[in-house]
T-cell receptor
Framework: KAGVTQTPRYLIKTRGQQVTLSCSPISGHRSVSWYQQTPGQGLQFLFEYFSETQRNKGNFPGRFSGRQFSNSRSEMNVSTLELGDSALYLC??????????????FGPGTRLTVT | GIQVEQSPPDLILQEGANSTLRCNFS?????LQWFHQNPWGQLINLFY???GTKQNGRLSATTVATERYSLLYISSSQTTDSGVYFC??????????FGPGTRLSVLP
């Protein structure tokens, strides 16, 4: 089975711009979660989607949003970028479960640099 | 919210040495995973271990859910074991929470 894929792998943006990151889960997985990793804050949960619905959300401002498509692919969007948004953004997929994500499998990440 | 602690924060070993990494958590959890993050940032699944003991080659893990801790054992360490090891716990009704990680350096 192909693993979780994320595009693009690297991205450089300017403050004030917006960015869209994409994640394709493992075939058959319906839960997709997004995480932000920074040296200062570690790995922090952004949100989780299951069957096109946001099931859980972390403590991030409304500039961070996401969505999931009917094929389980997910996108996250960050509007009005700030320097502090520079981070590694990781996507994880989990096998289908109505009660929450179980074993998570991570993609390679998208490294975003905001200048 | 739940607190997840990992110890030690940093560990330096000579190749061939054994080590034990610990993860403590402050509340009941449904699940627990151990990951290894390589220098390129990829998080690699090591174990999905909500309870009990599992082994995979030179690595093994034990979770004692009733006492709220998990241990990761690395035997005969190799330079390729270097990186950061994370435990992630799944509190009931919530999403995964990651610990701060243990940075392991294995010297040749």
């Amino acid at each position: 089975k192909a693993g979780v894929t994320q595009t693009p792998r690297y991205l450089i943006k300017t403050r004030g711009q917006q960015v869209t990151l994409s994640c394709s889960p493992i075939s058959g997985h319906r839960s997709v979660s997004w995480y932000q990793q920074t040296p200062g804050q570690g790995l922090q949960f952004l949100f989780e989607y299951f069957s096109e619905t946001q099931r859980n959300k972390g403590n991030f401002p409304g500039r961070f949003s996401g969505r999931q498509f009917s094929n389980s692919r997910s996108e996250m969007n960050v509007s009005t970028l700030e320097l502090g948004d520079s981070a590694l953004y990781l996507c994880a997929s989990s096998p289908p479960s109505w009660t929450g994500p179980y074993e998570q499998y991570f993609g390679p990440g998208t490294r975003l640099t905001v200048t | 919210g739940i607190q997840v602690e990992q110890s030690p924060p940093d560990l330096i070993l000579q190749e061939g040495a054994n080590s034990t990494l610990r993860c403590n958590f402050s509340d009941s959890v449904n699940n627990l995973q151990w990951f290894h993050q390589n220098p390129w940032g990829q998080l690699i699944n090591l174990f999905y271990i909500p309870s009990g003991t599992k082994q995979n080659g030179r690595l093994s893990a034990t979770t004692v859910a009733t006492e709220r801790y998990s241990l990761l054992y690395i035997s005969s360490s190799q330079t390729t074991d270097s990186g950061v090891y994370f435990c992630a716990v799944l509190p009931i009704g919530q999403n995964f929470v990651f610990g701060p990680g243990t940075r392991l350096s294995v010297l040749p």
